[in-house]
T-cell receptor
Framework: DTGVSQDPRHKITKRGQNVTFRCDPI?????LYWYRQTLGQGPEFLTY????????KSRLLSDRFSAERPKGSFSTLEIQRTEQGDSAMYLC???????????FGPGTRLLVL | GENVEQHPSTLSVQEGDSAVIKCTYS??????FPWYKQELGKRPQLIID?????GEKKDQRIAVTLNKTAKHFSLHITETQPEDSAVYFC??????????FGRGTSLIVHP
């Protein structure tokens, strides 16, 4: 499968724990996005990378959230001190330079107990 | 920033009927408008998109129209089939392209 992949697909954690998700974009795509999606809502933008540079970050994003893309390939999203309100689907998407079309991964579904 | 409104939130049709979903946007600089289909438990998948220099685009049973003056765009699905049942999202954006998504329309096609 040469599409966007995410790991894990599901994560259950207790409130206060840290979690980390991984996204592997389509190999030639230099742009990578993280979104959060809750039930009945569209994907909500979290952050955006072009190569290894984090160019945009949502103002709504708590400082408990951090993302990296150290070598311009895969990316990680970490949530520290998780809260029940963090329960959601976390989607990653990538796109190639010069094209607007984004391709989504299958998502990581997080449940914070 | 961009604000995208999507209507209706739920749309129920009989198989064979047409379905229309409408979105409005606020940022006149937005120049790219994709539509995604998301089946339950699956990733959003692009079904059609339109750029601001085009007024209409068609792909088999699916078409999208764009009215830049009024800042709205619509998805049209003709001859609906049960497998068209899903949640559909519109999005708008431009520039560095950080898309803003609508809240989604749950389309139910009754056989």
């Amino acid at each position: 499968d040469t599409g966007v992949s995410q790991d894990p697909r599901h994560k259950i954690t207790k409130r206060g724990q840290n979690v980390t998700f991984r996204c592997d974009p389509i190999s030639e795509h230099n742009r990578l996005y993280w979104y959060r999606q809750t039930l009945g809502q569209g994907p909500e933008f979290l952050t955006y990378f072009q190569n290894e540079a984090q160019l945009e970050k949502s103002r709504l994003l708590s400082d408990r959230f951090s993302a990296e893309r150290p070598k311009g390939s895969f990316s990680t999203l970490e949530i520290q001190r998780t809260e029940q309100g963090d329960s959601a689907m976390y989607l990653c998407a990538s796109r190639g330079g010069g094209a607007e079309t984004q391709y989504f991964g299958p998502g990581t579904r997080l449940l914070v107990l | 920033g961009e604000n995208v409104e999507q209507h209706p939130s739920t749309l129920s049709v009989q198989e064979g009927d047409s379905a229309v979903i409408k979105c409005t946007y606020s940022d006149s600089a937005s120049n790219y408008f994709p539509w995604y289909k998301q089946e339950l438990g699956k990733r959003p998948q692009l079904i059609i998109d339109i750029r601001s220099n085009v007024g209409e685009k068609k792909d088999q049973r699916i078409a999208v129209t764009l009215n830049k003056t009024a800042k709205h765009f619509s998805l049209h699905i003709t001859e609906t089939q049960p497998e068209d049942s899903a949640v559909y999202f519109c999005a708008g954006g431009g520039g560095s392209y950080i898309p803003t998504f609508g809240r989604g329309t749950s389309l139910i096609v009754h056989p």
